[in-house]
């Protein structure tokens, strides 16, 4: 059989695999309520700070009644969920299985699996009123500037973007100020979507305050 006869056969069924997908986490998700996403590095140890306060993060927004989304996996992930689990909060692992790093961390009280990433991605934004970035790699800056770039053309509403830890973050806006914003690839506030913290009670005051001016519904309204 042919490589071009193969995909003719397997493509349409892919499709219900990923209908499939979105119908199961959005059936789970909606039922979840006003939700925070935390993004950030597999890799981060418990012993890290990043650890200790992303742990510190899921719990005084589940003491809030906000429940914590993650990427389900280790390290930060796994330290945003410990934090909302252990007050008595939601919280929720998106997780996909990878070669390497991944796997379902034990502290999701809502766990939902994923096989495509486009899908799980959706379901980052989708239900969530705020986003979180802790240190991480490939995969936290890849979910920035997805969401910051859904912010910047008004495809979302602008959600809180958070990025804490000033010594990881500041090197990168200064990057984005002085080649991104010099040479007009983007405009002079778009830098302005993003704030940097290292406080932990400020993240949560943040989100707090616009879930408040706002007026959040039970259910974000991203991609209405």
Not at 47 to 76: C, E, F, M, W
Request: charged share 20%; hydrophobic share 40%; proline share 6%.
């Amino acid at each position: 059989m042919s490589d071009t006869n193969f995909l003719m056969r397997e493509d349409p069924w892919r499709i219900f695999r990923i209908m499939a997908e979105f119908v199961d986490s959005f059936q789970t998700l909606s039922q979840v309520g006003p939700a925070v996403t935390i993004f950030g590095s597999a890799r981060t140890k418990p012993s890290d700070k990043y650890y200790r306060a992303a742990t510190t993060i899921g719990k005084k927004l589940a003491q809030h009644n906000l429940a914590v989304i993650t990427g389900g996996g280790p390290g930060i992930m796994e330290a945003a969920n410990k934090g909302a689990s252990k007050a008595g909060g939601k919280s929720v692992g998106l997780n996909i299985e990878l070669p390497k790093e991944q796997f379902a961390n034990p502290f999701s009280n809502i766990p939902i699996h994923f096989h495509y990433f486009f899908a799980r991605k959706v379901c980052f934004v989708k239900y969530s009123l705020g986003f979180v970035y802790m240190p991480g790699g490939f995969g936290t800056l890849d979910e920035l500037f997805e969401v910051l770039t859904l912010v910047q053309t008004e495809r979302i509403p602008q959600f809180p973007l958070i990025l804490f830890g000033s010594e990881y973050w500041n090197g990168l806006l200064k990057w984005a100020k002085t080649q991104m914003t010099a040479h007009s690839f983007i405009s002079p506030g778009d830098l302005d979507l993003v704030k940097v913290t290292d406080d932990v009670d400020e993240v949560v005051k943040i989100i707090l305050d616009y879930e408040r001016h706002a007026g959040t519904p039970a259910l974000p309204q991203a991609f209405a």
